[in-house]
Nanobody, 117 residues
Framework: QVQLVESGGGVVQVGGSLRLSCAAS????????MGWYRQTPGKQRELVAS???????AYADFAKGRFTISRDNDKHTVYLQMNCPKPEDTAVYYC???????????WGQGTQVTVSS
């Protein structure tokens, strides 16, 4: 059983920075793909960024140039560095992990990020 524990959410000002962390525990083969999604009320959950254990990354257009995903494979932890956040980045951010054939298999409990102006 894989567990994902997120941390680092909170209130950040426009132009500031925030780093989210997600620590995975369980079978290593179950979280070769790790990433971050976000969701606001009334909207579908959307991809922010993803990362594979091989180092490949992918970003949503809104995240390119501002957010950076990274991971420490030894610690089974994935990070999301959020720079220059905007009010529209306010959302609940969810950590996601899974094997290559099912990247969306596991979810964290979510962490609230609020960007204040």
């Amino acid at each position: 059983q894989v567990q994902l524990v997120e941390s680092g959410g909170g209130v950040v000002q426009v132009g500031g920075s925030l780093r989210l962390s997600c620590a995975a525990s369980g079978s290593i083969s179950e979280f070769s793909v790790m990433g971050w999604y976000r969701q606001t009320p009334g909207k579908q959950r959307e991809l922010v960024a993803s990362s594979t254990s091989a180092g490949d990354t992918a970003y949503a257009d809104f995240a390119k140039g501002r957010f950076t995903i990274s991971r420490d494979n030894d610690k089974h932890t994935v990070y999301l560095q959020m720079n220059c956040p905007k009010p529209e980045d306010t959302a609940v951010y969810y950590c996601n992990a899974g094997p290559p054939y099912f990247p969306g298999k596991y979810w964290g409990q979510g962490t609230q990020v609020t960007v204040s102006s």
